[in-house]
């Protein structure tokens, strides 16, 4: 389950779920389209549920990042587990992102 929640200019994507999988990350992505908008000035993605990530997950973390204009980004990742973030490493994206850890 994904919540959403709008503020000062803003989103903040709160991820209550463990895993970002293929399975989940469909929804992140529409959830973020249908959320993000022209207006939006941030977006933070509340990441302190999750413990794990796949190839989709990150995918699903790039297509948020992409959805605000270029001068607007990074998305900013807060509550980021180690396992997390060991492989936003490994696949060299963790630059692309403002990531606050556990």
Do not use: Y
Request: proline share 4%; with cysteine.
């Amino acid at each position: 389950m994904i919540n959403v929640t709008k503020n000062e200019g803003g989103v903040i994507l709160k991820l209550n779920i463990s895993t970002l999988d293929r399975v989940n990350a469909p929804e992140l992505r529409a959830i973020a389209a249908e959320a993000v908008d022209a207006e939006s000035q941030w977006v933070e993605v509340n990441c302190s549920t999750l413990e794990f990530i796949d190839s989709s997950g990150v995918g699903a973390l790039l297509h948020v990042n992409n959805l605000l204009a270029q001068e607007k980004r990074p998305v900013r990742l807060t509550g980021v587990s180690a396992p997390v973030l060991s492989v936003l490493e490994l696949v060299r994206v963790h630059r692309l992102f403002t990531v606050e850890p556990k």
